[in-house]
């Protein structure tokens, strides 16, 4: 569980290992980030609005289908 938790430590939600969105009815909400031409990343987020930001890309897994939301100042 450490090493998971590691990988979101700098996004601010470390301490909430309980807050699974996998079997959320919203679907897995995942937050992008781009470090460079060869690296990124993806870090799953609790699947609501509040998880949104504008200067960042989000993946929204659904049973069927797959959304992005780009922020406006991504």
């Not at 301490?15 to 079997?23: A, D, H, I, P």
């Not at 937050?31 to 998880?51: G, H, K, L, Q």
């Amino acid at each position: 569980a450490d090493g998971a938790a590691a990988a979101g430590s700098d996004t601010g939600s470390s301490g909430n290992n309980n807050n699974t969105t996998t079997n959320n009815t919203n679907g897995s909400l995942y937050d992008c980030n781009v470090i460079s031409a060869r690296r990124a990343y993806a870090i799953e987020v609790p699947a609501v609005a509040a998880s949104l930001n504008s200067k960042r890309a989000f993946i929204l897994r659904t049973a069927d289908t797959l959304y992005t939301w780009e922020g406006a100042a991504s």
